[in-house]
């Protein structure tokens, strides 16, 4: 059991804190109006879930998080939610890790609000979603890897956090997918790998 502690109380955080709870763990809530210091104080990871716009502001009303597990779970998409703010050259978890010196910071972007409070989601363990955990401190990407499991996500170690610059242009696309026609699609990744040497 972990204490988590949310920098946001929208609809995604309050999803992902929803499985947290079920899965054991304790929840608190910062939102735009306060509750920082509550929401952080004690917490075994702190989990960044607010719009890309709004991440300076968030992190700046909140107490230091050097030495913490940041658990990003931004991508760095723009006001409009008609692309990404940045890429390719930089990311948006490489520019959380620099309002953060000393945080311990993985970047993994669940599943989408919507499907994470479904009470359909729970899957096979062969069919559960993918979440690609990015990040430079292997402990951290493990607390992460471990709490994604425990809400029914397949952690994928997808390697340093540099790599994020791939994984969000990667969830841009499954945001396009899913919001591009009248009616939203329930979409998730799965990552399929085959074992052995290749054919």
Same mark, same amino acid.
């Given at each position: 059991? =972990?204490? #988590?502690?949310?920098?946001?109380?929208? &609809?995604?955080?309050?999803?992902?804190?929803?499985?947290?709870?079920?899965?054991?763990?304790? @929840?608190?809530?910062?939102? +735009?109006?306060?509750?920082?210091?509550?929401?952080?104080?004690?917490?075994?990871?702190?989990?960044?879930?607010?719009?890309?716009?709004?991440?300076?502001?968030? /992190?700046?009303?909140?107490?230091?998080?050097?030495?913490? +597990?940041?658990?990003?779970?931004?991508?760095?998409? @723009?006001?409009? /939610?008609?692309?990404?703010?940045?890429?390719?050259?930089?990311?948006? =978890? *490489?520019?959380?890790? =620099? /309002? @953060?010196?000393?945080? &311990?910071?993985?970047?993994?972007?669940?599943?989408?609000?919507?499907? #994470?409070?479904?009470?359909?989601?729970?899957?096979?363990?062969?069919? =559960?979603?993918?979440?690609?955990?990015?990040?430079?401190?292997? *402990?951290?990407?493990?607390? +992460?890897?471990?709490?994604?499991?425990? #809400?029914?996500?397949?952690? +994928?170690?997808?390697?340093?956090? #540099?790599?994020? &610059?791939?994984? *969000?242009?990667?969830?841009?696309?499954?945001?396009?997918?899913?919001?591009?026609?009248?009616?939203?699609?329930?979409?998730?990744?799965?990552?399929?790998?085959? @074992?052995?040497?290749? *054919?």
């Amino acid at each position: 059991m =972990a204490k #988590i502690g949310f920098l946001g109380a929208g &609809r995604l955080a309050r999803a992902l804190g929803g499985r947290l709870e079920k899965a054991g763990h304790i @929840t608190a809530y910062a939102d +735009v109006d306060g509750g920082h210091e509550e929401a952080v104080a004690g917490a075994d990871v702190v989990v960044l879930a607010v719009p890309f716009p709004n991440v300076a502001q968030a /992190l700046d009303d909140a107490p230091s998080l050097a030495g913490r +597990v940041v658990w990003s779970c931004v991508n760095a998409m @723009t006001a409009d /939610l008609s692309g990404l703010a940045v890429g390719f050259d930089t990311s948006g =978890a *490489e520019q959380i890790a =620099a /309002l @953060t010196p000393g945080a &311990r910071l993985v970047a993994a972007i669940p599943p989408f609000a919507a499907q #994470i409070a479904r009470p359909a989601f729970d899957f096979d363990e062969d069919l =559960a979603p993918s979440a690609f955990v990015c990040g430079d401190d292997a *402990e951290a990407n493990h607390i +992460v890897s471990r709490l994604l499991n425990d #809400i029914g996500v397949q952690a +994928v170690d997808a390697g340093p956090l #540099i790599r994020a &610059r791939y994984v *969000e242009p990667a969830m841009m696309l499954m945001v396009n997918l899913a919001y591009d026609r009248p009616v939203p699609r329930h979409l998730t990744l799965r990552l399929l790998e085959r @074992t052995g040497a290749p *054919e």
